[in-house]
Structures are given as structure tokens and as C-alpha cells.
């Protein structure tokens, strides 16, 4: 069974930074891309970033600069350190991965099987 487990979400003033990690199970973390998505209320959920196993990375124009994403195949982990936060980066943060790896990563919601609980970011003016 995949599992996804998220952490690192919180409340931060706009400009300021913050981490969020996931830790992965039950898949070949090798053979995967990992991604990142968020969802406010009333939108539609949107990518943030993936990365795939050889650590290619690909960025929603609206965060490319501001955020990075990066994995640890040892420890079947990914992070994505989220840095100038903007009031509209606010929504609930979801981590995902596909069960193939794709050259570039994928930013297609489609692509991706797996996905974590999500974990609430907001940033405040």
C-alpha cells in the first residue's frame, strides 16, 4: 500500500518562508515522480513543482524563483521550501506521486496515483 504522509504546514506572514516535507512508502521511490500541488477554497487544485528520481525539476510559473523542491531517495523523502510568500500562495498543500518517471517531471495531475493528506499553508498581509 502507498503512503504518503505530509508535514510542516503552518501560518506565516507574507514574505516569510516555510518547509514542507512528505515521506513516502509502498512504492519504488526510484522509478517515481514526486510532486507537489495546492488547492484554495473554490479553485481547482493546481501544480507547484515535481521532481523526478534523477532530481530534474519542473515549477508553476507563479512560484518559479520562490520555491524549490527537492527529494532524498535515501530516506524516501521530499521536501519543498517555500520562500518571498505571497498572500495568494495560501491553500491546502498536497504531496503525490506518479508510479513512473517522466523526463521532464510531470506537472500533469493526471500522471499522478498517490496522494498525501494535505497540509495547510496560510500566509497572512
Known amino acids: 500500500e502507498v503512503q504518503l504522509v505530509q508535514s510542516g504546514g503552518d501560518s506565516v506572514q507574507a514574505g516569510g518562508s516555510l518547509r514542507l516535507s512528505c515521506t513516502f512508502s509502498?512504492?519504488?521511490?526510484?522509478?517515481?515522480?514526486m510532486g507537489w500541488y495546492r488547492q484554495a477554497p473554490g479553485k481547482e487544485r493546481e501544480a507547484v513543482a515535481a521532481i523526478n528520481a534523477p532530481g530534474q525539476t519542473s515549477y508553476a510559473d507563479s512560484v518559479k524563483g520562490r520555491f524549490a523542491v527537492s527529494r532524498d531517495n535515501g530516506l524516501n523523502t521530499s521536501s519543498l521550501q517555500m520562500d518571498s510568500l505571497k498572500f495568494e500562495d495560501s491553500a491546502m498543500y498536497y504531496c503525490?506521486?506518479?508510479?513512473?518517471?517522466?523526463?521532464?517531471?510531470?506537472?500533469?495531475?493526471?500522471?499522478?496515483?498517490?496522494w498525501g493528506q494535505g497540509t495547510q499553508v496560510t500566509v497572512t498581509v
Open positions: 509502498g512504492i519504488s521511490f526510484d522509478d517515481a515522480d
Open positions: 503525490a506521486t506518479t508510479h513512473v518517471d517522466y523526463y521532464p517531471p510531470s506537472l500533469d495531475t493526471s500522471k499522478y496515483n498517490s
